[in-house]
């Protein structure tokens, strides 16, 4: 499963995160629709490997000067990450592709679209009703639209908006299934708050920018 990665810039610091659909989180921290606006945002990578970008954002430190750094440092930062998520991994893998791509909250081109505000308040239920639906439960992407399919079927087929609205809300992790050292396929789960720590490398149940500049 590919998904995209970014960082923002919050009153509090730097944070990163993975989305399964970018026009959400668009419309969260640069609309504001989330009630707390980031002061910057960078989208690192628009089609990551579910398993790296998990990877990324367990690990994430923000480091000295990330505050005035330009499109040649996050180059760096990403590669350097990546050589790191290669070496622990054990393979030959991490690097491969293209590089990373940015855009700067600031009002430069190419930045991803937001979700429709029309359609907004409906996302917020379908999130809320997604989140319920799979409370207490531990699911891979297939097994979660399957149950979709079959309780809610008009949810199966916008889940990942729906996913990633709960994710913001905390209601929600998302994370590669397996351990690091034992992956051997992406994917998304949820489960219960209570089993939140023993289920590293997925994503769980829990009962909010802009990208830098090219």
């Known amino acids: ?32 629709r989330g009630g707390k606006a980031a002061l ?23 480091e000295r000067g990330m505050d005035q750094w330009e499109r040649k440092h996050w180059q760096q930062y990403m590669r350097r990450r990546l050589l790191q998520y290669e070496e622990a991994l054990g ?42 639906r ?9 097994e979660a639209e399957a149950l979709l399919a079959d309780t809610v079927p008009p949810l199966a087929s916008a889940w990942r908006a729906a996913a990633q609205l709960a994710h913001l809300h905390g209601r929600l992790q998302l994370a590669a299934a397996l351990e690091l050292a034992t992956r051997r396929r992406a994917a998304w789960l949820p489960c219960a708050r209570s089993a939140r720590r023993a289920m590293h490398g997925r994503w769980c149940h829990r009962g909010r920018a802009r990208p830098v500049g090219a």
């Open 91 to 132: 393979e030959r893998e991490a690097c491969r592709g293209r590089p990373a791509s940015f855009w700067a909250a600031e009002g430069a081109d190419g930045m991803p679209e937001s979700y429709p505000a029309t359609a907004w308040a409906q996302l917020g239920q379908d999130a809320a009703l997604l989140a319920e």
């Open 1 to 32: 499963m590919k998904v995209a990665l970014y960082v923002v810039r919050l009153d509090e610091g730097w944070v990163m995160k993975l989305s399964l659909d970018i026009r959400v989180d668009a419309a969260w921290w640069v609309e504001d």
């Open 134 to 142: 799979f409370r207490g439960r531990q699911l891979l992407a297939a």
């Open 40 to 62: 910057r945002w960078v989208l690192l990578d628009g089609a990551l490997a579910m398993s790296q970008a998990s990877w990324l954002v367990n690990g994430f430190e923000a």
